[in-house]
């Protein structure tokens, strides 16, 4: 079986896809296909703060 994003043989670990990356892509493609984000929910999180060590979760 061949991933169904890139056509890469298939990693047991994320088959049918060849590796985390492209299962991400997949489910990204189906979160905008088919499912609405709220933009409250992105509103909630400042994508500026992740990069900053002090928010960082211990
Ligand atoms: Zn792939």
Not at 2 to 25: G, H, L, M, Q, T
Not at 30 to 53: C, K, M, V
Request: hydrophobic share 25%; with cysteine; charged share 35%.
């Amino acid at each position: 079986m061949n991933c169904p994003i890139c056509n890469r043989k298939a990693d047991e670990k994320y088959k049918p896809f060849c590796s985390r990356r492209c299962a991400d892509v997949d489910l990204g493609k189906w979160l905008t296909g088919s499912y609405a984000i709220p933009a409250q929910a992105i509103d909630d999180e400042n994508p500026e703060d992740l990069d900053d060590p002090k928010h960082r979760p211990q």
